[in-house]
C-alpha cells in the first residue's frame, strides 16, 4: 500500500517537473530564469532586490525579456523600453487580461475581482468597450483639481504623529509603514471619495478603523511566495486554514468599502452635483444600471487598494531612501526650508524643482509596482521583429528593471540621483515626459493605460515631502536590518527612521 503511494507522489513530482516546472522552448531567442528563483525567500534569508541581482539582471539585459515561472505558469518578462512600447501600443494583440482570467481561483483574484456574483471585472483588468464604460465614470472622478488643504492638514498630523512616537521610543526607530497606509488613506478619502469623516478618523493613530486593520490583516495573507508561485494551492481552502481565512478576510474587507463608500442613501447625482466624487460617480452608474453590484464592488475595490496603497509604498519607499541618502535629504531641505509660505494650498510646486526631481528619482529607484504580469498574447506575434511569442503566453514588465536600464539610464542607473532629471522645472518635465513616452520610466505603466492617479500621486507625495522635510531631519535606525521584502509589491521590509526635530 505504502510503495503505492510513494510511487504515485514520484510520478507525480515527475509530470510537476516536465510539464509545470521545466521553461517553455519558446521563444527560444530569450533565456529563462530557473523555476524556483523566486521560491528561494521561503527558504533563505533573501530579498526580491538580491534575487533580481544574482538571478534575473544578465539574462534579463542581454536580450531585454526573460522566461519566468511566477503564478503556476511560465511568463514572460520584458524589460527593454522598445519592447515595452510595442506591447502597449499593440493592445489588440497583447491583451490585457486580469487575475480573474489568469488565476481565476486564487486568492489574489478573489482580491481584486470578487467572484461572488459572477464574472466580474475593473478598469485596470478590462478591455474595450467594458474598459471605456468604467473610465468614462471614473476618470473624472480621480483627475479633478484637487484641493490640497486635507492633504496639508493630514501630513501635519502625520508630523505630529511622528513627534510623538520618536518622543516615546527614545533614539530607537520608529516603524512608519503602519502610520504611512493610515495617512495615504486618509487622503484618498478625503479628497477622492469625499469621506472627511473617516479620513479624520484614519489619522487619529489611537482609534481603530476596522478597514484599516482588517486591510493589514489581509495583505499578511496575500503575498506569500508560496501561494503567489503555485495559486493552485488557493483551491485547498478547507484543508488549508489561511487561504479560507485569506477569502473571508477578502469578503469582509469588501463589504466594509462599500458600506462605508458607497451609502445605499447617498443621494442620485443630479444635474452634476457633487460630479467629482468617485464614490457618487460609482453609485450613480451602479443605480441607473450602467454598473451591475459586483462591477460597482470590484471596481471599488480596485481603486481603493491602487489609491491608497501605491502611494503608501512610495512614501515609505522615498522617506527609506532620503533616510539612507541623507547629502540628498539636506538639499532638499535647503530647497524648501527657507520658503515663506502663507498657504501651501495654492503653492506652487514649480518653483521646487529639485522636491520634483527626488519624486521622480525615488519612483525610478522603487516602483511602488515593480513587476506586472497582465497581458495575454491574443495570436502569435513577433516582438522587436525577434521574439517569436506562441499565442495564450503572459507577458508582463520589470519596471525596477526597465527603470534602471544602463543602457537608458547610464553606468551610474543604480545611484540615488536626483540631479539626473535636471535642474528647472521645464528640464525635469521634457525629460519626465520623455522618458515615459520612449516607455523608458515605467512606474505609471504607459499609453493609454497609464494610470489615472498619476496627478493626486504627484501631489500628495511633493506635500508629504515638503511638510516632513521642513519639520524633521530623519535617518535609517542602525539596528534595522537594511532590506527589501521576499515577495509582493517591492520596498524596505518593515524600516524604521529615527526622527529628529528641528
Ligand atoms: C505612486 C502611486 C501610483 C503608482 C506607482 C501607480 C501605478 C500604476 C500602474 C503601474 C498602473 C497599471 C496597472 C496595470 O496595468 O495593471 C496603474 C493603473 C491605474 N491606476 Fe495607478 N498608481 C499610483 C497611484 C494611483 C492612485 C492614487 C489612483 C487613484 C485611485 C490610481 C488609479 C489607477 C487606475 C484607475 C488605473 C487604471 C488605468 C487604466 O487602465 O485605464 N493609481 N497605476
Redesign the pocket.
Known amino acids: 500500500m505504502m510503495s503505492t503511494w510513494v510511487l504515485l507522489v514520484i510520478v507525480a513530482l515527475i509530470i510537476l517537473f516536465l510539464f509545470v516546472l521545466t521553461p517553455p522552448r519558446h521563444p527560444h531567442e530569450i533565456r529563462s530564469a530557473p523555476f524556483w528563483v523566486t521560491l528561494l525567500p521561503i527558504l533563505f534569508d533573501i530579498d526580491q532586490q538580491q534575487i533580481f541581482e544574482q538571478y534575473i539582471a544578465a539574462p534579463l539585459y542581454e536580450h531585454g525579456a526573460i522566461k519566468v515561472f511566477f503564478g503556476g505558469r511560465w511568463n514572460i518578462i520584458v524589460e527593454r523600453p522598445e519592447y515595452i512600447s510595442e506591447v502597449l501600443k499593440r493592445e489588440q494583440i497583447y491583451n490585457?487580461s486580469?487575475n480573474q482570467k489568469k488565476i481565476p481561483h486564487s486568492v489574489l483574484a478573489d482580491f481584486l475581482e470578487i467572484h461572488v456574483l459572477g464574472a466580474g471585472s475593473n478598469?485596470?483588468?478590462?478591455r474595450d468597450e467594458e474598459?471605456r464604460c468604467?473610465?468614462t465614470i471614473?476618470?473624472p472622478g480621480?483627475q479633478k483639481v484637487f484641493d490640497t488643504k486635507p492633504i496639508v492638514d493630514n501630513a501635519e498630523k502625520l508630523c505630529e504623529t511622528f513627534r510623538q512616537m520618536q518622543g516615546q521610543s527614545m533614539r530607537k526607530g520608529i516603524p512608519i509603514q503602519e502610520i504611512l497606509q493610515r495617512y495615504?488613506s486618509a487622503n484618498?478619502l478625503c479628497c477622492?471619495f469625499h469621506c472627511p469623516e473617516l479620513g479624520s478618523q484614519m489619522m487619529s493613530m489611537e482609534h481603530e478603523v476596522l478597514l484599516h486593520t482588517t486591510q493589514l490583516t489581509l495583505k499578511r495573507y496575500l503575498f506569500r511566495p508560496i501561494f503567489m508561485n503555485f495559486p493552485a494551492l488557493d483551491r485547498l481552502a478547507s484543508v488549508i486554514p489561511s487561504r479560507a481565512k485569506a477569502r473571508r478576510l477578502i469578503r469582509q474587507f469588501s463589504e466594509l468599502l462599500q458600506a462605508e463608500l458607497i451609502p445605499s442613501s447617498g443621494k442620485r447625482l443630479q444635474n452634476g452635483e457633487n460630479s467629482n466624487c468617485?464614490g457618487d460617480r460609482l453609485r450613480s452608474a451602479w443605480r441607473d444600471g450602467t454598473l451591475n453590484t459586483k462591477q460597482l464592488r470590484d471596481n471599488l475595490n480596485?481603486?481603493?487598494v491602487?489609491?491608497?496603497e501605491?502611494?503608501q509604498?512610495?512614501m515609505v519607499s522615498s522617506l527609506y531612501l532620503l533616510g539612507k541618502y541623507p547629502e540628498i535629504q539636506k538639499n532638499l531641505r535647503n530647497e524648501v526650508k527657507d520658503l515663506n509660505i502663507s498657504n501651501l494650498c495654492s503653492m506652487d510646486w514649480r518653483s521646487l524643482p529639485y522636491l520634483t526631481a527626488t519624486i521622480l528619482e525615488c519612483?525610478r529607484l522603487l516602483?511602488?509596482?515593480s513587476q506586472?504580469i497582465?497581458?495575454q498574447v491574443a495570436e502569435p506575434a513577433c516582438l522587436g521583429g525577434r521574439i517569436h511569442i506562441p499565442r495564450g503566453t503572459y507577458i508582463g514588465y520589470n519596471?525596477y528593471a526597465t527603470n534602471r536600464d544602463p543602457v537608458t539610464w547610464g553606468p551610474d542607473a543604480n545611484d540615488f540621483r536626483p540631479e539626473r532629471w535636471g535642474s528647472t522645472d521645464e528640464q525635469i518635465s521634457k525629460n519626465y515626459r520623455g522618458a515615459k513616452a520612449r516607455a523608458e520610466f515605467?512606474?505609471?505603466?504607459g499609453g493609454?493605460?497609464?494610470?489615472?492617479?498619476?496627478k493626486?500621486?504627484?501631489l500628495?507625495?511633493r506635500v508629504t515631502l515638503f511638510v516632513l522635510t521642513r519639520a524633521f531631519r530623519w535617518e535609517l535606525d542602525p539596528e534595522w536590518k537594511d532590506q527589501m521584502t521576499p515577495a509582493g509589491p517591492l520596498h524596505p521590509r518593515g524600516v524604521r527612521l529615527v526622527f529628529t526635530k528641528l
Request: charged share 10%; hydrophobic share 50%.
Open positions: 490585457k486580469g478598469i485596470i483588468s478590462a474598459w468604467y473610465r471614473i476618470k480621480l495615504s484618498l477622492i468617485l480596485v481603486l481603493y491602487a489609491g491608497q501605491n502611494p509604498l512610495l519612483l516602483p511602488p509596482i506586472l497582465n497581458r519596471s515605467i512606474s505609471f505603466h493609454s493605460r497609464a494610470c489615472l492617479g498619476e493626486f500621486a504627484l500628495q507625495m
